[in-house]
Structure formats: C-alpha cells, structure tokens
C-alpha cells in the first residue's frame, strides 16, 4: 500500500469513494439537506477548488487502485477520511492518519467526526470534545487527537 499526495487525475475516483461510504455508513442517520450538503462537498470540483488552499490531500493506493483519501485542513484539521467500503477495516484509515501526521503544524488535530465513525476515530487515539452538533444537516461529534504530549517523568530510585 502506497500513500501519496492527490494528484488532479485522482478526482474522480476519491469523490466516488468519499460518496459510496458516505452512503453506505452515514447517510441513513441524516436528513435530505445532511445528504446534500455532503455531496455538494465531494464532488470532484468542490475537490479541485479545496486542493488549491491551504489543504494537504493524500489518498491510499493499492496496485494502482485508489482505495482511500484524507484531507488535512491548514494543518490542523481532518476535513475528510474516507475508505473504500471493500477495504475498511485493513488498516487504510490508520496508514492515512499516520502520514497526515507528517503534516500537523499544530499540537491538536481536530475533527468533526460523524457519529457512525467517532468509535474508529477513538481507534486513532482522538477524544470526543463536547456534545454532538449539526451544520447544513451534518450531524458530527468535534474530537481532538492532542500530539506531542509530554510524558510523565520515569522516578528513578537507586538501591544501596
């Protein structure tokens, strides 16, 4: 399994699987306008437009097959995380996440997590922060992945 940024080419095929494992996992606890607005979000253009800000996009290829993509928001925040629903459950998410880290600039990464998936987040070391909430129809638990903690200090004792 390759990770590697998204190229334009790969438009396609990553708004395809962002949309059939959104239908297949949390569309059916949302209403028409939560549907909607999703879509409108993965569409391949709405993609393109998000690659030229300050987004860093990777997507999870396997024998030249694109099975899963992760968008990082300015550093900071997962926009989006999404695999193939034939290859969930293989470690895809976990490898994205993994090389999503190389690209944090901040001491919390951040997510608005869909209910369906907060348990794979809490896999991935994140924390739920707050109650739920809803934005156009999208319905997400807020959870944070705190990096860099610093660790408790080993007490070493000698013997006499």
Do not use: W
């Not at 080419?9 to 909607?36: H, N, P, T, Y």
């Not at 987040?121 to 809803?134: I, L, N, Q, R, S």
């Amino acid at each position: 399994m390759t990770i590697r940024e998204m190229t334009e080419k790969d438009l396609d095929r990553v708004s395809a699987i962002c949309i059939e494992s959104f239908m297949e996992s949390v569309a059916a606890s949302l209403s028409e306008q939560g549907i909607s607005t999703f879509k409108e979000i993965a569409l391949s253009n709405a993609f393109s437009s998000r690659m030229q800000e300050d987004n860093m996009m990777l997507v999870s290829e396997e024998g030249n097959q694109l099975n899963g993509v992760i968008e990082l928001k300015k550093g900071c925040h997962v926009a989006m995380l999404f695999v193939d629903p034939k290859h969930q459950n293989k470690g895809v998410g976990r490898k994205l996440i993994s090389a999503a880290l190389n690209h944090v600039r901040t001491d919390i990464l951040t997510v608005k997590a869909s209910l369906s998936s907060v348990p794979a987040y809490v896999k991935y070391g994140f924390e739920c922060k707050g109650d739920t909430a809803e934005s156009e129809g999208l319905i997400y638990q807020l959870m944070e992945l705190e990096l860099n903690k610093p660790t408790q200090p080993t007490v070493e004792t000698s013997v006499n």
